[in-house]
């Protein structure tokens, strides 16, 4: 990865940020993409450049899909054409992810629109700012980071988990469409990842969630990132269109009843 660019949306932190650092284990620049913490993507951009990459912090809001276009232009204006896109970043609608005791026909037409514009069309957004410059070097390489929610659901409102499941039609269109020039779009589906956020779950959950998987053990940030790096990376060489599901995809959250 020697050189490539990689933009990183949603990197100040959890699976973002370890992917972040992944990549610039292999020497690639890397744009840390954040919206509001900037001083966790400053750490995580100074925590790149530890390992010997580039870095840099670039604001951009997941729900204001103009703002896509200006991100990716800071990063180009720096290092040139992007290479690799990975999509991490995530709008809960709120401060939390859905309450599962809110009914379906509770949730405001606006949430809806607001869950699918972020998560979807501001997705799109940056896509589309990407995929000129891949065209033009005839090599990319996109990631969209889903989640197990996608195919398992949730109970309570269904926003997210619509707005996850419609990444993976959109990295079947865009396999076909960006393949002629060399470009490949996956899908990664994490389950229950151990990232810092999850610090607080009891063992007792921890350890009956991982019951449920084949390993017997949930995978953390930095197993999810080297699957990332991984598609990003000429290693991946005609692998496109499809969704990968890493271990933790087989044990249901808590709050899914599982």
Excluded: Q
């Amino acid at each position: 990865m020697k050189g490539r660019v990689v933009l990183v949306t949603g990197a100040s932190k959890g699976i973002g940020a370890a992917a972040a650092r992944a990549f610039a284990a292999e020497r690639a620049r890397v744009a840390i993409i954040y919206h509001t913490d900037r001083a966790g993507a400053e750490n995580v951009a100074s925590s790149v450049e530890a390992v010997g990459g580039e870095a840099i912090a670039v604001p951009f809001r997941l729900g204001d899909p103009s703002t896509a276009a200006e991100a990716v232009r800071a990063v180009t204006e720096r290092w040139g054409d992007i290479d690799v896109l990975v999509a991490n970043a995530v709008d809960w609608g709120g401060d939390a992810p859905p309450d599962p005791s809110v009914r379906f026909e509770d949730v405001p037409l606006d949430h809806w629109n607001r869950m699918v514009g972020a998560n979807l069309i501001g997705t799109v957004a940056v896509i589309r700012s990407v995929l000129p410059g891949m065209r033009r070097n005839g090599w990319g390489r996109i990631v969209l980071i889903s989640s197990s929610v996608a195919e398992e659901g949730i109970p309570g409102p269904g926003p997210y988990g619509t707005a996850k499941s419609a990444l993976s039609g959109l990295s079947r269109s865009l396999a076909w469409e960006g393949g002629r020039d060399g470009i490949l779009v996956n899908v990664v589906a994490p389950g229950f990842t151990l990232t810092e956020s999850r610090a607080t779950f009891p063992d007792a959950v921890i350890d009956k969630l991982a019951a449920g998987t084949p390993t017997r053990r949930l995978s953390d940030s930095d197993d999810v990132a080297n699957l990332i790096v991984f598609l990003g990376s000429d290693a991946n060489r005609n692998l496109t269109g499809e969704i990968l599901r890493e271990g933790s995809s087989a044990a249901r959250a808590p709050y899914a009843g599982g």
